[in-house]
């Protein structure tokens, strides 16, 4: 097997003078040189002697972790490909330094059988990042009935959900968390109350009275959250919450987890960086699902990323077309991209350390390996620095879709590209 930076084949490659960041590792914290061949790490160490047939790789404060995986992620193919293809969205988050991504079933068909499965998967084939579908819960994520889901997860897909759709039928969530058990499957439920969110486009609070837009209260997630979490109480089972915000659903996970229960959530990068008082200017990138939130709610949010309540962070990288994003503010869509901003919004807000722990955990959350630094091991790394400070422009958006929260936001660090399926992708 050969390796590809950037569409250039190179058979062997030692990277220099690298930082590697992995505590399951003997050589967390150390600055060494990491020799590849054939896409094992075949050396470890300080000063390896450098060879006629190996390329070498060297760049400024450069650190190494295991790749990184990114648990919501929507491109659009099939049907939206004005959006985003899964061949360019796998390209995009291979530059943001993301080796695997849990594709959303939001296309047009949606993924909600085998076949639609089988295809995303057949698209991503040769790709440097690994796609993993996420299977829509219930048949064209209507919320009637279940949708196909052994046959889905024999076809490879790795949880059920419906990206952005919360449940209303509580006797089908609960139905879905028992059947599921019989092959250790893990539903995903988006937690906000229809009903109460109305027409509600914003955060509900001092911003959106300011500003004369209709809010979403907290108790819209809360509510369903906590009816969740009951719900898995009486099945057993797996849940997995996903893109929490509010810092009262921070305080019912933590409860969930102190019973027992096998509950993870997960928390937008979005949410953590930025609030509802960037609303000011009405701009359409900044309406999402869930809603940007207070200051409050995000420092509860970082807690919970701390004390670990929250298990895995994740861009929630969702592309929309210029036609349904620049439009009156009630009548966009929600979503924003995130892969490109990821990294460098991140460290802004988070240390390092666990930083890499919540964007390399979801490969635990979904049973998938994961790898540790060392040698003989293969080589599945995500290349990064740590220093420099810049501001996310245009310039950095590789999407088809432009519509980032993050355009004018200050950064620091940036990721340099990944390792990973015998193929080294540099930003």
């Given amino acids: 097997m050969c390796f590809k930076i950037n569409n250039i084949l190179v058979m062997k490659i030692i990277i220099r003078e690298a930082k590697i960041i992995d505590p399951k590792s003997h050589f967390h914290n150390q600055v060494v040189d990491v020799k590849i061949n054939d896409s094992i790490i075949e050396k470890i160490g300080k000063n390896l002697s450098s060879e006629s047939d190996y390329e070498e790789l060297k760049h400024a404060d450069l650190h190494i972790?295991?790749?990184?995986?990114?648990s919501s992620v929507s491109f659009g193919e099939p049907g939206f490909e004005d959006r985003e293809t899964i061949a360019n969205g796998l390209n995009v988050a291979s530059k943001c330094g993301f080796t695997g991504i849990a594709l959303q079933p939001n296309s047009f068909p949606i993924i909600d059988n085998q076949s639609q499965i089988q295809f995303v998967k057949q698209k991503a084939n040769s790709s440097a990042t690994e796609l993993f579908p996420i299977g829509a819960l219930t048949k064209n994520s209507d919320g009637t009935d279940l949708a196909e889901l052994f046959d889905m997860k024999n076809s490879g897909a790795i949880a059920f959900g419906d990206y952005g759709k919360s449940l209303s039928n509580s006797n089908l969530l609960k139905i879905g968390l028992q059947y599921v058990q019989d092959f250790d499957g893990l539903v995903i439920a988006f937690c906000q109350d229809e009903k109460i969110k109305g027409s509600g486009v914003v955060n509900e609070g001092i911003v959106s009275t300011r500003l004369g837009l209709k809010g979403i209260p907290n108790l819209a997630e809360e509510l369903i959250v906590a009816r969740n979490v009951f719900l898995l109480e009486y099945t057993g089972g797996k849940l997995h919450i996903p893109t929490i915000s509010t810092a009262k659903s921070v305080e019912l996970i933590r409860e969930a987890k102190d019973k027992g229960l096998q509950v993870t959530c997960s928390i937008a990068i979005h949410n953590l960086v930025l609030t509802d008082e960037k609303?000011?200017?009405?701009?359409?990138?900044?309406?999402?699902?869930?809603?940007?939130?207070?200051?409050?709610?995000?420092?509860?949010?970082?807690?919970?990323?701390?004390?670990?309540?929250?298990?895995?962070?994740?861009?929630?990288?969702?592309?929309?077309?210029?036609?349904?994003?620049?439009?009156?503010?009630?009548?966009?869509?929600?979503?924003?991209?995130?892969?490109?901003?990821?990294?460098?919004?991140?460290?802004?807000?988070?240390?390092?350390?666990?930083?890499?722990?919540?964007?390399?955990?979801?490969?635990?959350?979904?049973?998938?390996?994961?790898?540790?630094?060392?040698?003989?091991?293969?080589?599945?790394?995500?290349?990064?620095t740590t220093e420099s400070d810049w501001v996310f422009s245009k310039e950095n958006i590789l999407s088809k879709s432009k519509n980032s929260a993050f355009l004018g936001t200050k950064m620091k660090g940036k990721a340099i590209g990944i390792c990973n399926n015998g193929q080294l992708i540099l930003s």
């Fill in 279 to 384: 609303l000011d200017g009405f701009d359409t990138r900044y309406k999402v699902t869930p809603p940007l939130r207070t200051n409050g709610d995000r420092m509860a949010l970082i807690k919970g990323v701390l004390d670990n309540t929250i298990d895995m962070i994740t861009s929630d990288h969702n592309p929309i077309d210029i036609e349904h994003k620049k439009m009156e503010f009630d009548l966009a869509k929600n979503g924003t991209i995130g892969l490109e901003s990821a990294f460098g919004a991140l460290l802004t807000v988070l240390p390092l350390d666990k930083i890499i722990e919540k964007l390399t955990s979801a490969r635990t959350l979904f049973k998938l390996k994961s790898t540790e630094i060392a040698e003989g091991n293969l080589a599945n790394l995500t290349l990064f």
């Fill in 65 to 70: 972790s295991q790749g990184w995986f990114d």
